[in-house]
């Protein structure tokens, strides 16, 4: 059974770095097969997804254009888990945040972190 | 401003059936699969639907997907109290080249 462990900080202040670790078990950081996501979840803005990592052959990154000056995943391989960094974040950037398994269909969800951007 | 567009929200009576309806184009739902999703309060969503109409282990069969040119729908029968939740539709946009996400209908089970 696939399990994602989100943590990282709840608070962060404006124009600063939200950090999230998303750790995996049940399934490799490495698979050839899986695709690995993070999406944020808001009020205003609802399922936004942000961006992925995946490995065939090499490591790939996709990032939703509303983020890509700012946004950096990265795989972990020696921890068997990925990371989300967003930087010089603003109060927009609140929202729950998910990482997530799945090519198109998301089928593994972590726990979720709420992650407040304030002074 | 989602890229997909869904009802806010539907009503119906325990034991009838409710469509829950995805409105995308050309560059998403014509193209790729559609996901469908079950997020109850307080919890992360939860596939319901992948690949247009295909059930993961586990899901019941009152629960099927489909999908029409730029449209997707959700049917759900059999409605139970439990099945109160916000439901979301999701695919791949291959212009954007992101994963994007209806706005959520929340379903009421009168």
């Known amino acids: 059974q696939v399990q994602l462990q989100q943590s990282g900080p709840g608070l962060v202040k404006p124009s600063q770095t939200l950090s999230l670790t998303c750790a995996i078990s049940?399934?490799?950081?490495?698979?050839?097969?899986?695709?690995w996501n993070w999406i944020r979840q808001s009020p205003s803005r609802g399922l936004e997804w942000l961006g992925r990592t995946y490995y065939k052959s090499k490591w790939y990154n996709n990032y939703a254009v509303s983020v890509k000056s700012r946004i950096s995943i990265n795989p972990d391989t020696s921890k068997n888990q990925f990371s989300l960094q967003l930087n010089s974040v603003s109060p927009e950037d609140t929202a729950l945040y998910y990482c997530?398994?799945?090519?198109?269909?998301?089928?593994?969800w972590g726990q979720g972190t709420t992650v407040t951007v304030s002074s | 401003q989602s890229v997909l567009t869904q009802p806010p929200s539907v009503s119906a009576a325990p034991g009838q059936k409710v469509t829950i309806s995805c409105s995308g184009s050309?560059?998403?739902?014509?193209?790729?699969?559609v996901s469908w999703y079950q997020q109850l309060p307080g919890t992360a969503p939860k596939l319901l639907i992948y690949e247009n109409n295909r059930r993961p282990s586990g899901i019941p069969d009152r629960f099927s997907g489909s999908k029409s040119g730029t449209s997707a729908t959700l049917a759900i029968t059999g409605l139970q109290t439990g099945d109160e939740a916000d439901y979301y539709c999701?695919?791949?946009?291959?212009?954007?080249?992101?994963?994007?996400f209806g706005g959520g209908t929340t379903l009421t089970v009168l």
């Open positions: 050309t560059s998403n739902i014509a193209k790729n699969y």
């Open positions: 997530a398994r799945g090519d198109q269909a998301m089928d593994v």
């Open positions: 999701g695919t791949w946009d291959s212009s954007l080249s992101a994963v994007v």
């Open positions: 049940g399934d490799s950081v490495s698979s050839n097969s899986a695709v």
